[in-house]
């Protein structure tokens, strides 16, 4: 059955559907970036809250800025914008149907649709998933970048801007020059301090062409921190064929975890949909949680991603039915990682650890290790070496987080450890490998990407450690450095 308005009432018994009128809903929320994150998280508790007969008004608008966000909006505008969300619960999945956003905004060079959209006074919020590497964060200093190319670009052409941020200041603008309140900036990517960084990007975006305007930006949007956690895996045959199963005809479809979690601050001065009703968790510690998720799960999801690939592993449950990977993992977690996280509200981060164990384990989940070792360039330096940081500026041991880094590296070498051909995975590639055959001979090499690795390469303890275990994998092999870490 092909997902649409007209055929809501004829899907399968088993498919949940909106159980509101969807003629009802108007748009409140942009949101840029409608991958499958988007649409199993934030699009997910919208339907919600719909279901409850509120917050109609705070429905979404899909948006985009690139090639791939036009497809995907075409594929999702076919189906009225809805699109199927299959849970993967490992005693018996279900399926149901996304109805939270009423349009697409047409993608187009200069932005002039998404600008026109998100300077309508009915758009309150502008939320965004761009991915972690989107902010043009410059991995040295851990700041906004102003000399990307991109950034370069929309700074000399503000009124026809590329990027999303360039977007939202045009936006911004025009709804200050009409007297229109602005909106919030609502950032749902997988990035530490997600609000302060999106800040910083619009706010030093704005400061390269109108210094003005970005001083009224910083002190009149607001830009709350918040904490997003769900599973998500790429959509291709299989998940396509779940959806089949359920009887679906679906170009869009999703599949994801039974759990999901969001935490965020509550600084909304134009308003928010009353999102505390379906499980969403206002708080001023979101810096706490967020720690928490990306230092055990992100990180987690790091230590197990290429020790499995290594061995050819293809899912990460896979790799944690291997008995060694997982109590790799559970050691690294339990006496490096758990020991340096702050406290964190109404939490016990054992518990936390031991239930990011099982959602690892989900067969159903069938998420990828090339998933997971994907961009290792922007994601090591967020989920891995800021626990090593950490542990260094302690006195702390960090044998299992250097190995795990080691590892990383040994992977960016373009092989398994059978000699297979590992694909490009990652947007710097060719960098890496480049870099990785170089500390095949001289380990240190590895450490003084400094893009990555910041002033650790002067941190003769650390290159020594590096050095002595990057030999001893290409030497004896993971499993057997591994298993000396074990003991």
Same mark, same amino acid.
């Given at each position: 059955?092909?997902?649409? $308005? ?29 991958? $499958? ?13 719909? $279901? ?104 000399? $052409? ?29 950032? /749902?990517?997988? @990035? ?49 064929? &779940? ?12 599949? /994801? ?20 009703? @379906? ?153 890496? @490998? ?12 590895? &450490? ?40």
């Amino acid at each position: 059955m092909k997902l649409s $308005n007209e055929t809501l009432d004829l899907l399968p018994d088993d498919v949940a559907r909106p159980g509101y009128d969807r003629s009802d809903l108007s748009a409140g929320i942009v949101h840029i970036g409608c991958g $499958n994150f988007h649409r199993a998280h934030q699009a997910v508790y919208l339907d919600d809250l719909f $279901n409850l007969g509120i917050g109609h008004d705070w429905a979404l608008l899909g948006a985009g800025v690139r090639a791939g966000d036009a497809k995907m909006g075409e594929a999702l505008m076919a189906q009225d914008g809805m699109s199927s969300v299959i849970e993967l619960d490992p005693s018996a999945k279900s399926a149901r149907v996304i109805g939270a956003m009423t349009g697409f905004v047409p993608v187009a060079s200069g932005n002039a649709p998404l600008i026109a959209a998100m300077s309508d006074p009915a758009i309150r919020i502008v939320s965004l998933t761009v991915t972690e590497g989107g902010y043009f964060i410059d991995p040295e200093t851990g700041t906004f970048s102003p000399t990307h190319p991109d950034i370069a670009a929309d700074a000399a $052409n503000p009124d026809a801007p590329e990027t999303a941020f360039g977007a939202m200041i045009a936006a911004l603008k025009a709804r200050r020059a009409a007297g229109v309140a602005p909106f919030t900036v609502m950032c /749902c990517d997988n @990035v530490p301090h997600n609000g302060h960084v999106t800040r910083d990007a619009v706010v030093g975006l704005a400061q390269l062409s109108d210094p003005e305007l970005a001083g009224w930006i910083k002190a009149n949007v607001a830009f709350p921190n918040s904490m997003v956690d769900r599973i998500t895996p790429a959509t291709g045959p299989r998940e396509r064929a &779940l959806a089949e199963s359920f009887g679906l005809e679906d170009a869009a479809p999703v599949t /994801c975890e039974p759990f999901r979690q969001w935490v965020m601050e509550d600084h909304f001065p134009a308003g928010r949909p009353a999102l505390e009703k @379906v499980g969403v968790t206002f708080t001023d510690a979101v810096d706490r949680f967020e720690t928490m998720k990306i230092r055990i799960l992100n990180g987690g999801h790091a230590i197990i991603a290429y020790a499995g690939g290594l061995r050819d592993i293809e899912f990460a449950h896979e790799a944690m039915a291997d008995p060694q990977i997982r109590a790799y993992l559970d050691k690294i977690e339990t006496t490096e990682i758990l020991p340096i996280i702050p406290p964190v509200p109404d939490t016990d981060l054992r518990a936390y650890k031991q239930l990011i164990l099982e959602r690892f384990s989900n067969p159903e989940v069938a998420d990828t290790i090339r998933r997971l070792c994907f961009d290792g360039f922007n994601r090591q330096p967020k989920f891995i070496i800021t626990s090593i940081r950490d542990r260094l500026t302690r006195g702390l041991d960090c044998d299992g987080l250097v190995l795990a880094s080691a590892l990383w590296c040994r992977y960016c070498y373009g092989t398994t450890e059978t000699g297979a051909e590992i694909a490009a995975n990652d947007p710097n590639w060719d960098r890496l @490998v480049a870099q990785s055959k170089a500390a095949k001979t001289r380990p240190a090499a590895w &450490l003084e990407m400094s893009e990555i690795y910041g002033d650790l390469s002067k941190n003769d303890a650390l290159v020594a450690q590096f050095t002595k275990t990057l030999k001893d994998v290409w030497a004896r092999g993971s499993q057997a450095v591994i298993a000396d870490y074990l003991k």
